[in-house]
């Protein structure tokens, strides 16, 4: 993260992207990721700081409207739960300091578990990027088996099924036959998971989203339109700061 140089009283932090299709400096807030500012290859950096105060107003109501629509229990800092509605279940967060300690899972029951990481709480980068561990090995235990037996169940079949943390998709497959699933599906309703599970084992009979993809889907899943949608919108269930990842 890069900070505003000029000598201001509140400055603003913000992430440099350089890229060589961008042919002028653009801005843009992220839930997680914060302001970044995308810019030309040859662009001199030292003029970015004047062009970030120059759009202070923007910037500030762009993180209030992101904050906002954020949920409560994911502004704090440091996480202190995980609600994997996927699982029905809740994960506590605990931190212990002594080093070279690894995550420490201790199930209280079916729907409660206690986690407990050695990253220093002060450190986003290493806690998110521990508690994404968790997750991706969480999701490897449930996500394969459940998408097994919805293709069971409808006579479905695939090559392999991996665990990924992309950023701006549920899910994926490719023509060969490898299926894509976020870790980020364990925040989700059982329902969206279904529906998303379902959307990408259609694609093992229709590559494209062609209206006979979405009759077909719709045989597998009634309604798959409306959740489809609903799916448009679930990206809030998701922690934010999950971003800071590595």
Known sequence: MTQLSLELDNPLDYLVVVSARARRLSLRVEP????????PKRFPKRDIPAF?????AWIENALS???ARTPEEYRCWPPQQLHLKAM???????????????NQQNATNDK???LLIS???SDKVAVATELAHYLSVTATRFLPSLLA???????LVYKRVQIRGQRSVWGSYSS?????????LLFLPPELVDYVLLHELAHTLYLDHSPKFWRQLEVFQPGAKALDKRLNEAGRNVPPWLEWAR
Not at 32 to 39: D, Q, S, Y
Not at 52 to 56: A, D, G, I, K, L
Not at 149 to 155: T, V
Request: glycine share 12%.
């Open 176 to 184: 060969t036959g490898t299926l894509s699933l976020n870790y980020k």
């Open 112 to 114: 409660e578990e206690k």
């Open 119 to 121: 990253a220093d709480p």
């Open 88 to 102: 029905w279940k809740s994960v506590n967060i605990g931190f212990v300091q002594n080093e070279g300690v690894e």
């Open 32 to 39: 997680g990721r914060g302001v970044i500012v995308t810019i």
């Open 149 to 155: 037996r919805h293709a069971q169940r409808h006579g």
């Open 65 to 67: 409207d992101v904050e």
């Open 52 to 56: 970030v105060e120059s759009n202070r």
